[in-house]
């Protein structure tokens, strides 16, 4: 499997802003889609938004369009999540998710990072 790494969580204010990033460990990846997924306490983990390999489509939640933004950096095996005017609602653990395949081997990969916590007071 590709090991994901997230950072960019953090605690934040109402109204404030933060960015989330992921990188993928590995060479000789073709990665196709990379996406954001959230898990609330006690909840199911939810899509939040994803972004197709060339980066020209992209899938929102509901809940965060307008606020929330997805793009990717191919060259840089990277992803990231701009998160602005944040609500309480948004708190929650956010993990990184990509598959693709492993050139080298010639076989799929469909990763999760560990999960970084982003947690909004009122």
């Known amino acids: 499997q590709v090991r994901l790494v997230e950072s960019g969580g953090g605690l934040v204010q109402t109204g404030g802003s933060l960015r989330l990033s992921c990188v993928a460990a590995?060479?000789?990846?073709?990665?196709?889609?990379m996406g954001w997924y959230r898990q609330a306490p006690g909840q199911q983990r939810d899509l939040v938004a994803r972004?197709?390999?060339?980066?020209?489509?992209?899938e929102i939640a509901d809940s965060v369009k307008g606020r929330f933004t997805i793009s990717r950096d191919n060259a840089k095996k990277m992803v990231y999540l701009q998160m602005n005017n944040l609500k309480p609602e948004d708190t929650a653990v956010y993990y990184c998710?990509?598959?693709?395949?492993?050139?080298?081997?010639?076989?799929?990969?469909?990763?999760w990072g560990q999960g970084t916590q982003v947690t909004v007071s009122s």
């Open positions: 590995g060479n000789r990846l073709h990665i196709n889609s």
């Open positions: 972004v197709s390999s060339g980066g020209d489509s992209t």
């Open positions: 998710h990509a598959e693709g395949v492993l050139l080298s081997m010639s076989r799929t990969f469909d990763s």
